[in-house]
């Protein structure tokens, strides 16, 4: 079993998946502002898309990591052909390591969608989970009308567990809203993919 802590980097064909460090912050800010649409319609963090606020999210996340002490396993993803940031991803506040769950964010650079690259870091990161972490279970959250993130949960083999009712607030309507819980807790459920970490 793999500390966590002790992650430098899980690798795909096409992608790097790494700790959040800091000098992120400009990749991070640039990925953000060009899919700035797409993420405030569903990731309320983006509201604030300021490079203050970008800023000082990286800076706490890196901390975080040094100290080893996390409340959430913030990481990044870059594209190996140009090592650009295409998001920020990794394990959110509401995984429960001491349960042995992990739950997976995602979102992607407007420039890079339709390759099939979301499903390709999500995939790694719920092997890594699963394999290296031992976890009991990978999983993904996600509000019952975004279509494009129950597609990504559904290609990564995931499996609806329930729903889970008015747990969050619609960014557009501002009203109580409804979200699915995928779950993952079997490697051979999970595209084949080549994932190394280290």
Same mark, same amino acid.
């Not at 079993?1 to 802590?5: A, E, G, R």
């Not at 096409?14 to 990749?27: N, S, Y």
């Not at 913030?74 to 769950?101: D, H, L, W, Y």
């Not at 607030?169 to 999970?190: M, N, T």
């Given at each position: 079993?793999?500390?966590?802590?002790h992650?430098?980097?899980?690798?795909?064909?096409?992608?790097?998946?790494?700790?959040?460090?800091?000098?992120?912050?400009? !990749?991070i800010?640039?990925?953000?502002?060009?899919?700035?649409?797409?993420?405030?319609?569903?990731?309320?963090?983006?509201?604030?898309?300021?490079?203050?606020?970008?800023?000082?999210?990286?800076?706490?996340?890196?901390?975080?990591?040094?100290?080893?002490?996390?409340?959430?396993?913030?990481?990044?993803?870059?594209?190996?052909?140009?090592?650009?940031?295409?998001?920020?991803?990794?394990?959110?506040? %509401?995984?429960?390591?001491?349960?042995?769950?992990?739950?997976?964010?995602?979102?992607?650079?407007?420039?890079? %969608? !339709?390759?099939?690259?979301?499903?390709?870091?999500?995939?790694?990161?719920?092997?890594?989970?699963?394999?290296?972490? %031992?976890?009991?279970q990978?999983?993904?959250?996600?509000?019952?009308?975004?279509?494009?993130?129950?597609?990504?949960?559904?290609?990564?083999g995931?499996?609806?567990?329930?729903?889970?009712?008015?747990?969050?607030?619609?960014?557009?309507?501002?009203?109580?809203?409804?979200?699915?819980?995928?779950?993952?807790?079997?490697?051979?459920?999970?595209? %084949?993919?080549?994932?190394?970490?280290?």
């Open positions: 079993m793999l500390d966590i802590f992650l430098s980097k899980i690798e795909t064909p096409r992608l790097i998946i790494r700790p959040v460090k800091l000098g992120d912050e400009r !990749g800010s640039e990925a953000i502002h060009a899919t700035l649409e797409d993420l405030q319609r569903w990731m309320p963090w983006s509201k604030d898309p300021s490079f203050a606020t970008t800023d000082a999210f990286v800076k706490k996340a890196h901390k975080a990591w040094v100290k080893q002490d996390c409340e959430d396993f913030p990481m990044v993803v870059e594209f190996k052909k140009n090592e650009r940031i295409i998001c920020a991803t990794g394990f959110n506040e %509401q995984s429960q390591t001491n349960k042995g769950i992990y739950e997976i964010g995602y979102w992607l650079h407007k420039e890079y %969608q !339709g390759q099939g690259l979301v499903c390709e870091y999500v995939n790694a990161l719920a092997r890594f989970a699963l394999e290296a972490l %031992q976890a009991r990978a999983q993904i959250c996600t509000q019952v009308e975004n279509i494009k993130s129950i597609a990504v949960a559904r290609h990564c995931f499996q609806l567990k329930k729903v889970i009712p008015k747990n969050r607030i619609d960014c557009l309507s501002g009203k109580p809203a409804d979200s699915y819980l995928f779950v993952c807790s079997e490697l051979i459920k999970l595209p %084949q993919l080549k994932v190394i970490w280290k």
